[in-house]
């Protein structure tokens, strides 16, 4: 688990994300289809450990073993570079995906307690910026069809599809039962252009992805164009991310001025960092 750390910090916030934000170059959203994972699992994955919440147990790979075996790709400087700066991600090149962050404990917990397993059932659900993979994965366990979507491919490839094989129980089913998955990498705009056109979500489950006002604007048209008719997005989050500016009051108002969606807070937390979850529907026309 892990809580946030940027290196935005004291009175050149501002200026220093502006300056972020004019040099970002989004990633190119590309379609991550398991192939090697499937058939070395058992050699890429040494080690595994448990992600436990209440009676929820989801198998996953070390992060450390992840991180090892991304050492080859571009991605461990800009790692190593965050780690130096003692922050959690590299706005546009990595954006934290290696960790399991402290809202998805509260979003399983949430889904546990008041969605039935039966919501999940044959649902189609979205895992967005999954890191881990754990919230897609609890869906999947549950019969759901599930897209996961993670900023950067290194993590889909080292860290999400070895998670949701070990999840597998049997070997030989791995091959069959990862068909009801897909993968994407890249920045949320492209990547809703590269989803089949028609294709739309009854459940969106994201935890920790508005930390950043600059994508708001991505995520809220993601929602608008990919929820059906009937479906919900959960959004788990820090009430506020200091030293960046983002947080739930003001991605609500972004809600609002849209139009388009509503949003009520379903859940807060007590005491410590204060945390919330939104649920997110489509306004009836
Ligand atoms: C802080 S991590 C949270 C990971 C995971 N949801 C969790 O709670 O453990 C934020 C995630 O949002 C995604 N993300 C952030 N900005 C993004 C962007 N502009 N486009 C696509 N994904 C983005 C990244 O994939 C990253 O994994």
Redesign the pocket.
């Known amino acids: 688990m892990s809580t946030f750390r940027f290196n935005f910090s004291g009175a050149d916030d501002d200026n220093k994300l502006d300056e972020t934000k004019e040099t970002i170059e ?1 990633l190119e959203s590309e379609e991550i289809v398991p192939d090697k994972q499937i058939k070395n699992l058992d050699s890429i994955v040494t080690r595994a450990k448990m992600f436990a919440c209440g009676d929820v147990e989801i198998g996953h790979v070390v992060v450390s073993e992840a991180m090892a075996s991304i050492e080859e790709s571009g991605l461990k400087n800009v790692i190593e570079l965050a780690e130096k700066e003692h922050s959690d991600l590299v706005a546009g090149k990595y ?3 290696l ?3 402290e ?2 404990y509260d979003l399983i917990q949430y889904l546990e307690e008041n969605l039935t397993g039966m919501k999940f059932e044959n649902s189609n659900v979205l895992d967005l ?4 993979g754990i919230l897609g994965i609890y869906a999947f366990l549950h019969n759901s069809k599930v897209t996961f ?4 491919k290194e ?1 889909l490839e080292h860290l999400t599809i070895p998670n949701v094989l070990l999840n597998i129980e049997e070997e030989e089913d791995r091959e069959k039962e990862i068909q009801r998955c897909k993968f994407y990498s890249g ?2 705009d492209s ?1 809703n252009q590269k989803l089949p056109q028609s294709e739309v979500f009854d459940i969106i489950l994201t ?3 508005i930390y ?1 006002e600059s ?1 708001y604007e ?1 995520l809220i048209k993601l929602f608008v164009d990919r929820l059906s008719k009937d479906g919900a997005a959960y959004v788990a989050a820090k009430t506020y991310y200091f030293g960046v500016g983002g947080g739930v009051r003001q991605f609500e108002q972004n809600i609002t001025k849209n139009g388009h969606l509503t949003s009520t807070v379903c859940w807060k937390s007590e005491g410590g960092i204060q945390r919330e979850i939104l649920k997110i529907t489509k306004l009836t026309e």
Do not use: L, R
């Not at 910026?129 to 881990?132: I, S």
């Not at 979507?149 to 950067?152: F, H, M, V």
């Open positions: 989004w954006e934290g995906g960790k399991i962050w809202c998805t910026g999954c890191g881990a979507q993670d900023y950067n993590v920045d949320w990547f935890s920790e992805t950043n994508n991505k």
